[in-house]
């Protein structure tokens, strides 16, 4: 069955760093595009960046740019987000998700605390 796991989260004082990861398995890692999203306590789900199928090309919140970096493994159906210089405002629950067409999959999340 189809399976994303996130990994990587935990708590981290601001201006720190954290990668986290997302495993993948039961569809076709290489025909998707990847994404992560977020969300904090009472606000709405947000997508944090995204990277097509052949990682040829990404895209990221205005939130976070210069800050985090999404890549992927194809070989290892995995996708990553670096983050870094984080903010207290960057708290939330980051959530892995793959895209194709009209098909979407969600992990279950990860917490990422920022606070000192």
């Known amino acids: 069955q189809v399976q994303l796991v996130e990994s990587g989260g935990g708590l981290v004082q601001p201006g720190g760093s954290l990668r986290l990861s997302c495993a993948t398995s039961?569809?076709?890692?290489?025909?998707?595009?990847m994404s992560w999203y977020r969300q904090a306590p009472g606000k709405e789900r947000e997508l944090v960046a995204t990277?097509?199928?052949?990682?040829?090309?990404?895209n990221y919140a205005d939130s976070v740019k210069g800050r985090f970096a999404i890549s992927r493994i194809n070989a290892k159906n995995t996708v990553y987000l670096q983050m870094n210089s984080l903010k207290p405002e960057d708290t939330a629950v980051y959530y892995c998700n793959a895209r194709r067409d009209f098909i979407r999959y969600w992990g279950q999340g990860t917490q990422v605390t920022v606070s000192s």
């Open positions: 039961g569809f076709t890692f290489s025909s998707y595009v």
């Open positions: 990277i097509t199928s052949t990682g040829a090309m990404t």
